[in-house]
């Protein structure tokens, strides 16, 4: 493992989704997961967040509407409350969700919605 990029992806990491869940997250590694944390970590903290030609907010965005059509809930949750984290608005993850509806079906922006909503009232945003 690059420890470079893993460091890079590690900072990434945090100032997006938070210094306590991601070491949470690494302290609860094993042998099993561990080398998966890191490499994700390197690869896709480090090299894809690292790459600073798009900014992290629009990073956000991105993520927002991919995790959200792949139907990847638990993900879209934890990468809605690091969207707010950069700097996206209510009013653009609505948005989001508004396209992720058009193209990926209403009942996936029914859910959206709904794990959008329980994120934004635990942070006292609506």
Known sequence: MDKTLFEKGLAK???TLGDEYVEKNLAAADDFNRPFQEA???????????????D????????????????KMHEWEIHCRGAITNGVSVEEIRAIIHVISIYCGVPQGVECF??????LEELELL
């Open 114 to 119: 709904r794990v959008a909503r329980k994120v």
């Open 40 to 54: 994700m970590t390197a690869w896709c903290w480090g090299f894809g967040w690292g790459d600073e030609t798009i």
């Open 13 to 15: 990491r945090k100032s």
């Open 56 to 71: 992290a907010k629009t990073r956000s965005m991105m993520n927002l509407a991919m995790i959200g059509a792949l139907g």
